[in-house]
C-alpha cells in the first residue's frame, strides 16, 4: 500500500492530461486575428480596411459564417492597428477595393484563389485545408489557441511577404 | 535520428542565408504579436520571437499588469513571489536575488539585463537592483529564465537570466506618474513620458527617486551603528527609436542611476555602500535580405564605494560590441549568428596597484527548427575567449607578478532543448545547458587588501589563474493547460552540476606562504564542485466574478562535494548549508469594477548563512518564516488609481538574512496612466 501511495503521483499526469475540451471554432476572434495578422505585411494595409467576405449563396453553412463574420466586424472592428469592415461577396464577383478576402468554409477554394490572384488579393479562411491547398495564403484559428498558417508560394504568387518577426513564429509551408 | 538529420540538414542550409524579404525595419513589437498570439512573447530563450509557451528553457514571465497589482515598490519583491526565486533582503534598499539556490551576498551567478543590455555590476557580478535605471511603470514584463543560458547571453548566465523589457517608444504611447508614500518614512516618486515625432523619432523619458529610513537593528551589535544607512537613490533615463529609412532603425538608450544603501558583501560585513552608474548603448537595426540584422554597441561605467569594507572604491567600465542576424532560412528553421567583443576594466583595490583588464571575442550560433508540427528543436553554441592583463605593477612584498595576468581562457556554452506539444493542452520540454560563470573582475584581481598582523601583513588578492565554474543543467517539463478550468501549471525537474565552484579569500589558511622578502597572501580560489537536484511546481488560474489565483512550490537540495582540505566554510561557500531547501508562494486576487485587492503567502524554510563577524566565518540557522503582503486599489477615474498596499502585514519585523530584520512595510500610492 505505501508502495502504491508513492508513486500514485506518476499516474497523476496522465489522468490530468486527458482533460482537454474538445476545440470549438470562434468567427469573431478568428476574423480579429486574421485583421491582426494584416498589420504584419510588408507594406501592408494601415487604419480603416475593408475586408471581402467570400461565400458561396447555395450553402447554408457558408452564409450563416458569412453573416457571422459580417456581425463580428459591424460597422468597424478594431484589429490591432486596424479597423475591419466587411464586404459580402460572392465567388464569381470578387473585385478589387478590399485589403483581404476571407474565405468562408463550402465556397470554391480554387475559384475564389483565381480570382484573388488576379487581383492581387490575399486569402485568409479559418479552413486549414485551403492552405494546405495552396488556394490560401494563410490560415488562421483561434480555438484552443492561436495557429497561423502561411502558404509561401501563394504569397509569393500575388507578390506579398510578412515581417520577420511575424513569420519566425507562425508555420509557413 | 530523424531529429539529428533534421538539424544536420538545416545547418548546412545555414551558409546559404537567403529567403529573407525586404521589407521595414522593426524592432520587435511585443504587443501587437502578444494580442496577435493572445500570450506573452518573448526573445530570451532563443533571441528570436517565439511565444513563451513554446520557448525551448524554462521561463517565466511576470506582465506589466502582474507588476501594477504588485504593490511592490522594487523589482526582488515581485521576482520573489515566483517559483525558483529566492530574495535575501538585507536592508530597506538592498537585496540579493538567486534563481534555484546559491543566492548569497552579491551573488555573481545571475545575469540581470534591460532589453537586452547588461545591468549588472561587472566587478564582482552582482546586481544592485536599488540601482537599475527603469521605473516598474516602463516594464513591459519581466522575463525569467531559469538555468544557464550563456550560449547565448555570455558571462554569469549560469543560474539564470532576468531581462526586463519596457516598453518600445515606437509602439507603445506609455505615460505614468506615481507617488508614493509609507511607513519608515518612504517617499518615491516616478515619471514616464512618452514623445513622438511624427513617423520618424519616438522617445521616452523616464526619472525616479525614493527614499526611506533603514530598518532598525534590534539584534545584532555586529552590524554597527555607523554601517547603517538610510536608502535612498535616483534615476533618470531615455530611450529613442529613429527610422532612419524604410528598412533601418536606429535605438539610443541613456542612462543614470545613483544610489545609496546599507548592505552585506560576501564575506558578511554590513557597510555603506554608494554606487553611481551610468549606461550608453546605441543600436542598427536592419531588415535586410539576408534578415534582421543588428549592431549595437554599449558602454557602461559604474562607480562603487564600499564604506565600511576598507573603502573599496571600484571604478569599472565595460564596453560591448555586437553584430547579429538573425533569419528564417527555411519554412522550419531560424538561425541566429552573433559576434560580440567585450572590453572590461575595473581598478585594483583599495590597495590600487593598477587596473585588471579582459578583452572577450564570443562567436555564437542559434539553430531552431520545427521537426514535425508537434516537435520542435533548439541548439544553441557560444564559444568565449577571454584575454586577461593587468595594467599597472604590484610592490615586491607582493607575491604576485603582472606576467601572471597574461593568460587566456576559452569557454564553450552550449543550450539544447526539445519540445513536444502532445496535445493542445500538453507541452513537454526537455533541455540541456552548459553556462559558464567568468571569473569577475575582483576575482581575478580588482580586489586587493592586506589585513595587519602583530608582525606582518597578509595579502588578500585576486587570482589571476582561477578557473571558470561550469553549470550544467539536466531538465525535464510539463506544462499543462486546463481550459475547462481556466487554469494551467507546469512541473519542472531538474539536476544542475556546477564544477569550478568558486571561494572568495578564506582567513583560516595561507594559499602562499612567507618568503625572507614576500608577504603571506591568501586569494578567490576554485574550492570543489556541487549539485543540485531540485523541482518546481506552478499553477495559476482565473475563477467566476473576478477571482484569480496562483500557487507554486520549489524544492532544491543542494550537495558540496569540496576539494580536498578546503574548508568551504572559511570560503563563504557551503552552499548545501545556505541554500533553503523550501519556498513556496500562494496568491490571490479579485478585480470587481474599480475595485482590485490582491494578497501574496510567501513561505522560506529554515537555512544556514554566515552571521555578521569581523572574526573567521561561521554558520548559523535562519529560521524559516512566512510573510503576507497585500494590496487593495481604487481607480478613482479612468487615468488615477489610488492604493495601499503592505510587505510582511503578518509581523511587524521577521530575521529572514544574517542583515537587519524585515519590518513590517505599509505603503499608500497615487498613480496616473494616460
Request: net charge neutral; proline share 4%; with cysteine.
Amino acid at each position: 500500500m505505501k508502495f502504491r501511495m508513492r508513486w500514485a503521483w506518476i499516474g497523476f499526469p496522465l489522468i490530468v492530461s486527458q482533460l482537454a475540451l474538445p476545440a470549438h471554432a470562434d468567427t469573431s476572434k478568428d476574423v480579429q486575428v486574421a485583421g491582426r495578422a494584416l498589420s504584419f505585411l510588408e507594406n501592408g494595409p494601415s487604419g480603416r480596411v475593408v475586408i471581402g467576405v467570400v461565400y458561396d449563396p447555395s450553402k447554408a453553412s457558408s452564409v450563416a459564417q458569412k453573416d457571422a463574420v459580417m456581425a463580428a466586424l459591424g460597422s468597424g472592428l478594431d484589429a490591432g492597428s486596424l479597423t475591419l469592415t466587411g464586404k459580402p461577396m460572392e465567388v464569381g464577383a470578387i473585385s478589387g477595393g478590399v485589403a483581404a478576402l476571407y474565405l468562408t468554409g463550402g465556397v470554391n477554394f480554387a475559384a475564389a484563389a483565381a480570382s484573388a490572384k488576379a487581383h492581387k488579393l490575399i486569402t485568409i479562411s479559418a479552413d486549414s485545408a485551403c492552405v494546405n491547398s495552396g488556394d490560401c495564403v494563410m490560415g488562421v484559428t483561434t480555438t484552443p489557441k492561436v495557429e497561423i498558417k502561411v502558404n509561401r508560394a501563394a504569397a509569393a504568387a500575388i507578390g506579398v511577404s510578412f515581417k520577420s518577426a511575424f513569420r519566425m513564429m507562425i508555420t509557413e509551408i | 535520428m530523424k531529429i539529428l538529420a533534421r538539424l544536420l540538414a538545416a545547418a548546412s542550409g545555414c551558409v546559404v542565408l537567403a529567403s529573407g524579404s525586404a521589407g521595414f525595419a522593426q524592432s520587435i513589437d511585443y504587443g501587437s504579436l502578444e494580442q496577435l498570439f493572445n500570450e506573452p512573447v518573448t526573445t530570451s530563450a532563443t533571441g528570436s520571437p517565439q511565444r513563451a509557451a513554446s520557448a525551448p528553457v524554462p521561463m517565466d514571465i511576470i506582465t506589466a499588469a502582474d507588476i501594477k497589482r504588485s504593490g511592490a515598490v522594487d523589482i526582488p519583491t515581485i521576482l520573489g513571489r515566483l517559483a525558483g526565486i529566492n530574495v535575501l533582503t538585507w536592508g530597506a534598499g538592498s537585496s540579493d536575488v538567486g534563481v534555484r539556490g546559491y543566492d548569497q551576498a552579491k551573488s555573481p551567478r545571475l545575469l540581470v539585463l534591460i532589453n537586452g543590455r547588461q545591468v549588472y555590476t561587472d566587478s564582482y557580478g552582482y546586481t544592485d537592483w536599488s540601482a537599475l535605471p527603469v521605473r516598474l511603470e516602463e516594464i513591459r514584463q519581466i522575463e525569467v529564465v531559469k538555468g544557464p543560458n550563456s550560449a547565448l547571453f555570455g558571462f554569469n548566465a549560469v543560474s539564470g537570466v532576468i531581462n526586463i523589457v519596457t516598453f518600445n517608444p515606437k509602439y507603445d504611447n506609455v505615460n505614468a506618474a506615481d507617488v508614493t508614500t509609507g511607513t519608515q518614512a518612504y517617499a518615491g516618486i516616478d515619471l514616464v513620458k512618452t514623445f513622438k515625432l511624427g513617423d520618424i523619432l519616438s522617445s521616452r523619458v523616464s526619472l525616479g527617486a525614493s527614499r526611506s529610513n533603514e530598518f532598525k537593528n534590534t539584534d545584532n551589535p555586529q552590524i554597527l551603528s555607523t554601517s547603517v544607512e538610510n536608502p535612498k537613490s535616483l534615476s533618470a533615463s531615455l530611450d529613442s527609436i529613429a527610422q532612419l529609412t524604410a528598412h533601418l532603425q536606429a535605438r539610443l538608450e541613456v542612462s543614470w542611476t545613483n544610489d545609496d544603501q546599507s548592505t552585506v558583501v560576501p564575506n558578511s560585513i554590513y557597510t555603506r555602500l554608494s554606487s553611481y552608474t551610468g549606461s550608453q548603448r546605441l543600436s542598427l537595426l536592419d531588415e535586410s535580405p539576408v534578415g534582421l540584422l543588428e549592431g549595437s554597441v554599449y558602454q557602461n561605467e559604474s562607480y562603487t564605494k564600499f564604506v565600511d569594507f576598507g573603502s573599496i572604491d571600484w571604478k569599472n567600465k565595460v564596453l560591448v560590441a555586437k553584430v547579429q542576424d538573425l533569419v528564417k532560412i527555411d519554412p522550419r528553421d531560424t538561425l541566429r549568428v552573433a559576434l560580440e567583443y567585450r572590453h572590461n576594466e575595473m581598478n585594483s583595490d583599495p590597495i590600487n596597484t593598477g587596473s585588471v583588464f579582459y578583452n572577450v571575442y564570443s562567436p555564437s550560433v542559434m539553430l531552431t527548427s520545427t521537426i514535425t508540427s508537434k516537435i520542435s528543436a533548439t541548439v544553441a553554441a557560444r564559444y568565449d575567449q577571454l584575454k586577461l592583463g593587468f595594467d599597472g605593477a604590484f610592490p615586491s612584498y607582493v607575491q604576485l607578478t603582472t606576467a601572471e595576468y597574461n593568460r587566456t581562457i576559452g569557454a564553450f556554452s552550449a543550450n539544447a532543448g526539445l519540445v513536444y506539444t502532445a496535445t493542445d493542452n500538453d507541452t513537454f520540454r526537455v533541455s540541456y545547458a552548459r553556462g559558464v560563470q567568468s571569473p569577475t573582475l575582483a576575482e581575478l584581481g580588482g580586489f586587493h587588501a592586506a589585513i595587519p598582523e602583530p608582525f606582518f601583513a597578509v595579502d588578500i588578492t585576486g587570482n589571476p589563474s582561477i578557473e571558470p565554474s561550469i553549470v550544467t543543467n539536466y531538465e525535464a517539463d510539463w506544462d499543462k493547460a486546463l481550459p475547462a478550468v481556466a487554469a494551467k501549471g507546469y512541473l519542472r525537474l531538474f539536476y544542475q552540476t556546477t564544477t569550478a565552484v568558486k571561494g572568495i579569500p578564506a582567513e583560516t589558511g595561507l594559499n602562499l606562504y612567507p618568503t625572507a622578502t614576500q608577504e603571506p597572501l591568501i586569494w578567490f580560489q576554485n574550492v570543489g564542485s556541487s549539485d543540485m537536484t531540485g523541482l518546481e511546481a506552478a499553477a495559476s488560474g482565473a475563477l467566476p466574478k473576478g477571482w484569480r489565483w496562483n500557487a507554486n512550490y520549489t524544492y532544491t537540495n543542494v550537495q558540496n562535494e569540496p576539494q580536498a582540505g578546503v574548508n568551504l566554510v572559511g570560503h563563504f561557500a557551503d552552499y548545501a548549508a545556505t541554500t533553503p531547501k523550501n519556498t513556496a508562494n500562494l496568491g490571490l486576487g479579485w478585480t470587481g469594477g474599480k475595485w482590485t485587492a490582491d494578497g501574496w503567502l510567501h513561505y522560506t524554510s529554515s537555512y544556514q548563512d554566515y552571521p555578521i563577524t569581523y572574526g573567521l566565518p561561521y554558520l548559523a540557522k535562519v529560521d524559516g518564516y512566512a510573510n503576507l503582503d497585500g494590496r487593495v486599489a481604487y481607480d478613482l477615474t479612468k487615468t488615477l488609481t489610488f492604493a495601499i498596499s503592505g510587505q510582511q502585514l503578518n509581523s511587524a519585523r521577521i530575521i529572514e538574512t544574517v542583515g537587519l530584520p524585515v519590518e513590517r512595510r505599509i505603503f499608500a500610492s497615487l498613480s496616473a496612466n494616460w
